[in-house]
């Protein structure tokens, strides 16, 4: 087990409160659902994903996991999320099956961290692995990617796009 929680905040600092257990949250932008690891252990990337209706408190399975996930976001539709799992970059609507983001994207492992433009739907990523470390971008397709940083280095992890999506 773990103990991790996951807690709201209001922005001046007030009115902290337990929301669930789990790790890595990430808020759809309507701010309506929140999608989280829990089970086994979230903060090494072990967790099962799960999705919460913040009005409602309602949580659900959303995809089990059996290898690992570092994180995930929204889609733009709001209805999807994209994550990465076990070498590749998958996306999982609510009804449906989780299916493969184009192979150009995932030629190797230690792709991880995916998150979506919120304006124009470019995905970025980091990669951690000695032979291609950094961070890439990917148009709207997803037809591709692009290395974004030089030199390589492991350093760069975790990207996030401005809510405006004009920086990164």
């Not at 309506?32 to 949580?59: C, I, K, S, Y």
Request: with cysteine; aromatic share 8%.
């Amino acid at each position: 087990g773990f103990n991790d929680g996951i807690w709201a905040i209001n922005l001046d600092g007030n009115a902290e409160t337990f929301l669930t257990s789990g790790a890595r949250p990430r808020v759809s932008r309507d701010g309506h659902w929140m999608a989280f690891l829990r089970d086994g252990g979230p903060v090494t990337g072990q967790g099962n994903l799960w999705v919460r209706e913040l009005p409602t408190g309602q949580e659900s399975l959303h995809f089990t996991n059996t290898d690992t996930i570092t994180a995930g976001d929204w889609n733009g539709t709001q209805t999807e999320v994209i994550f990465d799992h076990n070498c590749v970059l998958l996306r999982k609507p609510f009804i449906g099956a989780a299916t493969t983001l184009p192979l150009a994207l995932t030629p190797q492992c230690l792709n991880g961290a995916p998150v979506v433009n919120p304006v124009d739907g470019r995905l970025a990523f980091h990669n951690l692995s000695a032979n291609a470390p950094g961070v890439y971008v990917a148009p709207a397709n997803w037809s591709g990617r692009t290395k974004i940083t030089e030199p390589a280095t492991l350093r760069l992890r975790w990207p996030a796009w401005s809510p405006d999506g004009t920086r990164l």
